[in-house]
């Protein structure tokens, strides 16, 4: 408001400020990332079949129309661990 209404003016009415989206093509597009897989675990069984596994994690959310993340995140595998 510049100036308010004197001698009986009409004052402002509505809101002050006035917010928009912003256009898809001004904010950065952000693909889903995944870190690297880990090292497989142990076998599970120290003598016979069993089963070992390995990880991977998201390191970036995909944003603003980004590519989401598709694949596993956990694997698992048979093994068979012979001491």
Known sequence: VLRHALYGGTPCNGTLEETKKCKPDCLPVQDC????WS???ACSKSC???QTFRTREIT???RNGG???DGRLHEV???LDAD
């Open 33 to 36: 990332e995944v870190s690297e």
């Open 60 to 62: 970036k959310q995909a």
């Open 67 to 69: 590519k989401g993340c």
């Open 39 to 41: 090292e497989w675990s």
């Open 48 to 50: 016979g079949p069993g």
């Open 77 to 79: 595998a048979k093994c």
